[in-house]
Nanobody, 115 residues
Framework: QVQLMESGGGLVQAGGSLRLSCTASGTIFRINAMGWYRQAPGKQRELVAAITIGDNTNYADSVKGRFTISRDNAKNTVYLQMNSLKPDDTARYYC?????????WGQGTQVTVSS
């Protein structure tokens, strides 16, 4: 069993920054990829950023240049540094990990950006 624990969400004014963290625990052989998704009320869950075990990254166009994803393989942890936040970034952010072709999800952490 694998658990993902997110932290770092909160309320911030537009233009501010937040850093999200997610740590995987449990029976883990190797995490192939980790990432962050978000879901706003009334909208579908969407990919924000992802990073592979080889440090290849992928970002949604809406966050390129503002968000940076990184990971610490030794700690099974992924980070999302979010700068220049906009009200449109308001959503619940979910951590994702791909282990042996299985997707695991965290409970999510709320990010609210006020204008």
């Amino acid at each position: 069993q694998v658990q993902l624990m997110e932290s770092g969400g909160g309320l911030v004014q537009a233009g501010g920054s937040l850093r999200l963290s997610c740590t995987a625990s449990g029976t883990i052989f190797r995490i192939n990829a980790m990432g962050w998704y978000r879901q706003a009320p009334g909208k579908q869950r969407e990919l924000v950023a992802a990073i592979t075990i080889g440090d290849n990254t992928n970002y949604a166009d809406s966050v390129k240049g503002r968000f940076t994803i990184s990971r610490d393989n030794a700690k099974n942890t992924v980070y999302l540094q979010m700068n220049s936040l906009k009200p449109d970034d308001t959503a619940r952010y979910y951590c994702n990990a791909v282990i042996r072709a299985t997707n695991y999800w965290g409970q999510g952490t709320q990010v609210t950006v006020s204008s």
